[in-house]
């Protein structure tokens, strides 16, 4: 056995507390910057309610797009509310083709208190696709931390930014 050069335990030693000072700081990471999967269920899609300002009940017909509301359940199994959560999903029409092509983000449902929640997004389908349409792949993520801008109380929302009803 050859003995070890003082060069070459300095080297290991260093080594060590490079990772050793690598884990406690990944350790002591701010919770904001972990993403939080939550479970979906009872997912469906439907027209919007002929009262709700996306669904264009002014014109005879669509212009462009129609006003599809994804319904469904989500769950958050922590103790603490999951911010800025944004569900992901696939949909097909009736041909099997995606309706919303190279998007898997179909929108962002907002704070998703502990336990079961209800949610309904607006999602703007091409004019003319066929239905009915499948929805599959659906999972939600959000943060334990804001990480986008959000509106000030005081501030008007636009009407596709309200709560679908």
């Avoid at 027209?47 to 669904?55: I, L, V």
Wanted: hydrophobic content about 40%; aromatic content about 4%.
């Amino acid at each position: 056995m050859q003995p070890v050069s003082g060069t070459t335990l300095k080297t290991v030693l260093g080594l060590l507390l490079g990772l050793a000072l690598g884990l406690i700081l990944w350790q002591l990471l701010p919770a904001s910057a972990m993403a939080a999967e939550l479970q979906v269920g009872q997912v469906h899609l439907e027209p919007c309610p002929p009262a709700d300002p996306g669904s264009q009940s002014g014109l005879r017909r669509p212009a462009g797009a129609s006003c599809y509301a994804l319904r469904g359940e989500v769950l958050n199994p922590g103790r603490q509310t999951v911010v800025d959560t944004d569900v992901f999903a696939l949909i097909l029409d009736a041909s099997g083709e995606p309706v919303l092509p190279n998007r898997s983000r179909v929108g962002s449902i907002g704070d998703v208190p502990p336990g079961r929640s209800e949610f309904a997004l607006r999602l703007a389908v091409p004019a003319g696709t066929p239905g009915p349409f499948q929805v599959s792949k659906v999972r939600a993520r959000g943060f334990s931390a804001p990480v986008r801008m959000r509106a000030g109380p005081d501030e008007e929302k636009l009407p596709l930014e309200e709560a679908l009803g």
